[in-house]
């Protein structure tokens, strides 16, 4: 007989998965959620604009599950911020992209780490490449001072080279954990994102405020791998990495870091414009800076907002941004 989801009145974790099309995903990733030894979560399935009868197989094969039915598709910024409104009075959000499976003690080692840890508002999960469970997919972020962003051992085989818990910068935001009051303080995802970068432009906005992220490599989720959005850098992945990292950096980087660290910065982008050139993807990298310099008004109001809530020195941050550039990241 199938497990089945559990369903407390007022659990300490809301579970949240924004799925768009994603029924096929959802049949490996629901199973692992109901074998979770933790017990005290409920699970919420926020349906992006599914044309798939995600809504209908969700009522007939998981019932336990909440549905919260998005009539459009708002994009994975956007969903995510429907997942948070649906944990408000949870201790905390779980947040897994619909391409996961979980190990059976994935959830309770998130909640038991962040329980140990007090000085940490969110925790991350080691990821394993879903097709190859010897290869690392990635543990933990790592942030550069360039603007890129990488997942930690992407990529490599997993020798235990990064089963020690600790600080990481930040969280991939399809297999996180976050405190409810690290949510209210930070605030919500950003909206603008659509999607990519908005799981790291949460942990840079984090770690302005004092709030640190933890690696669990107990914590175990398989991942598929771009299972909704495409593999590839295609022309929507292209424009949305260009785009969102120069917003990221302009609302989210203090006023002296943007002078101190303008030489990695040109960097960052230059080397994101000889991809795109050996991609054929000139344009849409233009096209990519063109749209941020126009939102740059509203941009800058929303720094203002970012920067109000900074609590940390300089010092404090290049201790947790990495230096140099890592260009498999652009």
């Not at 906005?205 to 771009?226: D, E, K, N, W």
């Amino acid at each position: 007989m199938r497990p089945e989801l559990p369903a407390p009145r007022a659990p300490a974790v809301v579970l949240a998965i924004a799925t768009h099309d994603g029924r096929h995903l959802l049949e490996a990733m629901l199973p692992s959620l109901a074998a979770q030894r933790f017990r005290d979560f409920r699970v919420v399935v926020v349906d992006d604009g599914s044309t798939d009868d995600t809504g209908r197989w969700l009522a007939e094969q998981w019932p336990q599950a909440e549905v919260v039915t998005l009539q459009q598709n708002v994009g994975v910024t956007a969903a995510f911020n429907v997942c948070v409104r649906s944990a408000a009075d949870a201790e905390f959000l779980a947040l897994f992209n619909n391409d996961m499976e979980l190990h059976p003690d994935c959830i309770g080692e998130l909640v038991s780490a962040l329980r140990r840890h007090p000085e940490a508002g969110f925790a991350t999960a080691k990821l394993v490449d879903y097709h190859d469970r010897g290869r690392l997919d990635g543990a933990g972020d790592v942030f550069f001072w360039s603007g890129a962003a990488w997942r930690r051992g992407h990529g490599e085989r997993d020798r235990g080279q990064y089963d020690e818990a600790g600080a990481v910068f930040g969280a991939c935001g399809g297999a996180a954990l976050y405190r409810r009051s690290a949510l209210d303080a930070v605030g919500r995802f950003y909206e603008p994102f659509h999607a990519f970068l908005e799981d790291v432009d949460w942990s840079f906005r984090a770690r302005l405020a004092g709030i640190g992220c933890r690696y669990v490599p107990s914590a175990v989720a398989y991942h598929m791998g771009s299972a909704t959005l495409g593999a590839g850098m295609t022309d929507f992945t292209r424009y949305h990495l260009t785009r969102n990292s120069i917003w990221l950096v302009l609302r989210d980087y203090p006023a002296p870091a943007l002078w101190r660290k303008l030489p990695q910065l040109v960097h960052g982008q230059l080397a994101g414009l000889n991809d795109a050139r050996r991609h054929r993807q000139v344009r849409v990298w233009a096209r990519a800076w063109r749209d941020a310099l126009r939102a740059l008004p509203s941009v800058l109001r929303d720094r203002g907002a970012v920067q109000r809530r900074t609590r940390v020195s300089l010092q404090m941050l290049e201790a947790a941004v990495a230096e140099g550039h890592e260009e498999v990241a652009q």
